[in-house]
């Protein structure tokens, strides 16, 4: 079945740092991408989405590029400020529902 | 511009209560889900739903069970609550999940005794 690997947390960066965290992704097809960034307390919120092969998804500094044959849709941000400091899930739409990552927690220094 | 709402936010029960998990929104989406959260675990797929008036189970479905009498409005129950059922629970929604992204709830923090 489908199914969403995501780089193991916690990831732990200084501010202006690049961050880079693993997504591949096992599917029929080729399946919609997601990252959903959740702050504490609250819930998942879209960040970003890729709909088709080579697609760029990008927003508020991160970006994400659907590679097929890699399969793979690793998220990415030239420099981290201590506000992004959240856990981050990459996620496949499946037929009826979504297929997510277990999630990864950053931490971000000052 | 509500989106997805989650009641109650948070609540205690004791081992061998019941209650009612509501979730509506007001986004006219078909698609509705119930997800519970567990440190470490990511989110696991209890129930949705795909319409007004239909169900399906998802990955942990056992303990719970659901309603969509309204196409607004999705309900997850608890008939006989257990310690093993504290979680956060969210619910979302959905246009189309063959490229649309879901919606999520704020959470429900549940606590069973």
């Known amino acids: 079945g489908d199914s969403v690997t995501q780089m193991e947390g916690p990831v732990t960066l200084s501010e202006e740092a690049f961050l880079t965290i693993n997504c591949t992704y096992t599917?029929?097809?080729?399946?919609?991408l997601f990252w959903y960034v959740q702050y504490p307390g609250e819930g998942l919120q879209l960040l970003l989405k890729?709909?088709?092969?080579?697609d760029k998804g990008s927003n508020k500094g991160f970006e994400a590029t659907y590679r097929k044959e890699t399969t793979s849709f690793h998220l990415e941000k030239g420099s981290v400020q201590v506000s992004d400091s959240a856990v981050y899930f990459c996620?496949?739409?499946?037929?009826?529902?979504?297929?997510f990552g277990t999630g990864t927690r950053l931490k971000v220094l000052a | 511009n509500a989106g997805v709402t989650q009641t109650p936010k948070f609540r205690v029960l004791k081992t061998g209560q019941s209650m009612t998990l509501l979730c509506a929104q007001d986004?006219?989406?078909?698609?509705m889900y119930w997800y519970r959260q567990d440190p470490g675990m990511g989110l696991r797929l209890i129930h949705y739903?795909?319409?007004?008036?239909?169900?399906a189970k998802g990955e942990v479905p056992d303990g719970y069970n659901v309603s969509r009498l309204k196409k607004q409005n999705f309900l997850l129950g608890l008939e006989s609550a257990a310690p093993s059922q504290t979680s956060v629970y969210f619910c979302?929604?959905?246009?189309?999940?063959?490229?649309?992204?879901?919606?999520f709830g704020d959470g429900t923090r549940l606590s069973i005794l």
């Open positions: 979302a929604s959905s246009r189309d999940p063959s490229n649309q992204p879901q919606h």
């Open positions: 599917a029929t097809g080729y399946p919609s």
């Open positions: 890729a709909t088709k092969a080579d």
């Open positions: 996620a496949l739409a499946g037929t009826y529902k979504y297929i």
């Open positions: 986004m006219n989406h078909e698609y």
């Open positions: 739903s795909v319409g007004e008036g239909t169900t």
